[in-house]
């Protein structure tokens, strides 16, 4: 019995986890957009070096 209750406890607390929020800083569109958002940084500050 207190094994299937340990059990129950840790499927409750995945599923917990699963349904939490997701705030979106490690989605492939944010990785994507971090990346861009580097690379544009990069060619302005080469432009203005030179």
Not at 5 to 17: D, E, K, R
Not at 36 to 50: E, P
């Amino acid at each position: 019995m207190l094994l299937l209750s340990c059990l129950f406890a840790v499927v409750l607390l995945i599923l917990g986890y699963a349904l939490k929020g997701d705030k979106g800083k490690h989605t492939v569109h944010a990785r994507r957009n971090k990346t861009m958002a580097v690379n544009h940084a990069q060619s302005i500050n080469t432009f203005a070096s030179k």
